[in-house]
């Protein structure tokens, strides 16, 4: 199966539950872009991989056009009804369908560990911005140790079959620079995971949850120095971490 049928199958299981999932619709990093991308009046907003729209639904009003993207046609169905004002497109995050210099700001959430060429992806959010315009990136890390980057990838891959690659904060330094991205603002965070939910999501058999944990109270000592896990009876959460970008467009692509 291609990467792209992956991804259609699994997130037209229940796209409902990413417009309710806590991870997605919460958290520090949808304030972190709020904070560094204000539209003003005019702008044009691309939100790649919009899942459940959480990212996009920040910069509606102000009479700003919002372009809602999502490979998945089940996702953009639930993410344009809870919010009727953006635009929605379904598209491969390889081949933006947008001529060069059409957005003011481009965004991407907690997606392109799933992207099977995420220095093609973030040329193409270079190219679709307009000079001077801005790309707001957050997505999973792993640790700069390939031993533990392995083994957290295939932990996730477990899990979700559409998971293709969690990479570096150099990684990600890397895909910017080359993309002729400025970066103007950076940070890291960590996310706590609580784990039946998380498994729930992507509806993992029973074995592979099993499996699962077992990766997680056994891991090597550097991984679960990365993950942290904690448990409390049946009850088991795990730590990931995730980078977050602002970058300027500083040159034509």
Same mark, same amino acid.
């Given at each position: 199966m291609s990467d792209t049928k992956k991804v259609q199958e699994q997130f037209s299981k229940d796209p409902g539950?990413?417009?309710?999932?806590?991870?997605?619709?919460?958290?520090?990093?949808?304030?972190?872009?709020?904070?560094?991308?204000?539209?003003?009046?005019?702008?044009?907003?691309?939100?790649?991989?919009?899942?459940?729209?959480?990212?996009?639904?920040?910069?509606?009003?102000?009479?700003?056009? =919002?372009?809602?993207?999502?490979?998945?046609?089940?996702? &953009? @169905?639930?993410?344009?009804? %809870?919010? !009727?004002?953006? *635009?929605?497109?379904?598209?491969?995050?390889?081949a933006l369908p947008f001529a060069a210099g059409t957005f003011d700001a481009v965004t991407c959430r907690i997606a392109p560990h799933h992207f099977r060429d995420v220095a093609l992806f973030v040329q193409e959010a270079a190219r679709v911005l307009k000079p001077d315009g801005v790309f707001g990136l957050v997505d999973n890390i792993v640790s700069g140790?390939?031993? =533990?980057?392995?083994?957290?990838?295939?932990?996730?891959? &477990? @899990?979700?079959?559409?998971? %293709?690659? !969690?990479?570096? *904060?150099?990684?990600?330094?890397?895909?910017?620079?080359?993309?002729?991205?400025?970066?103007?603002?950076?940070a890291t965070l960590q996310k706590r995971i609580e784990f039946e939910p998380w498994v729930a999501r992507m509806q993992v058999s029973p074995?592979?949850?099993?499996?699962?944990?077992?990766?997680?109270?056994?891991?090597?000592?550097?991984?679960?120095?990365?993950l942290k896990p904690e448990q409390a009876g049946r009850q088991i959460s795990f730590q990931l971490s995730e980078v977050l970008l602002l970058g300027r467009k500083t040159s034509p692509h």
């Open positions: 539950g990413y417009v309710t999932s806590e991870v997605h619709a919460a958290g520090d990093s949808l304030a972190w872009l709020a904070a560094h991308i204000q539209p003003e009046g005019g702008w044009r907003v691309l939100d790649v991989a919009t899942g459940g729209g959480h990212t996009a639904r920040l910069f509606t009003g102000r009479s700003v056009v =919002v372009v809602a993207g999502d490979l998945t046609h089940a996702m &953009l @169905r639930a993410a344009v009804s %809870h919010a !009727a004002d953006l *635009l929605p497109c379904q598209h491969d995050s390889h140790e390939p031993a =533990v980057g392995r083994y957290i990838n295939a932990f996730e891959a &477990l @899990r979700d079959p559409s998971h %293709h690659e !969690a990479y570096t *904060l150099d990684d990600w330094l890397t895909f910017f620079f080359r993309a002729g991205l400025a970066v103007e603002a950076q074995a592979d949850q099993d499996r699962l944990r077992a990766l997680l109270l056994q891991a090597p000592t550097a991984a679960r120095d990365w």
